[in-house]
């Protein structure tokens, strides 16, 4: 079983800068595929970012391109998000997921690729 915690969120303004961490007792982290979603109250759980795990390519979804920037340290088995010039919009509960590379299909944005959670970290962004 994964275990993963999420740690980083809280209330900022419009503009403010956030960063958030998922943490993993895993020791293989290195083969996990790990992705960074949000979810809105009364909306869908959306892609934020990706990346492999040799973290050379990372992935963004359209709504935060040039504003978040995800990282991994597989020595460290942690995984962030740098979220800079943050918008009221971009307010949720920000969840860490990761999958086995052993199942990993590739579909880095869909939600149903990952089988490990975390809790989920609030992010409120005022205006």
């Known amino acids: 079983q994964v275990q993963l915690v999420e740690s980083g969120g809280g209330l900022v303004q419009a503009g403010d800068s956030l960063r958030l961490s998922c943490a993993t007792s895993q020791r293989t982290f290195s083969n996990y595929a790990m992705a960074w979603f949000r979810q809105a109250p009364g909306k869908e759980r959306e892609f934020v970012a990706a990346?492999?795990?040799?973290?050379?390519?990372?992935y963004y979804g359209d709504s935060v391109k040039g504003r978040f920037t995800i990282s991994r340290d597989n020595a460290k088995n942690t995984l962030d998000l740098q979220m800079n010039s943050l918008k009221p919009e971009d307010t949720a509960v920000y969840y860490c997921?990761?999958?086995?590379?052993?199942?990993?299909?590739?579909?880095?944005?869909?939600?149903?690729?990952?089988?490990?959670w975390g809790q989920g970290t609030q992010v409120t962004v005022s205006s």
């Open positions: 990346i492999r795990w040799s973290g050379g390519s990372t």
């Open positions: 997921a990761a999958e086995p590379l052993t199942n990993y299909r590739g579909s880095f944005w869909s939600s149903h690729e990952y089988r490990y």
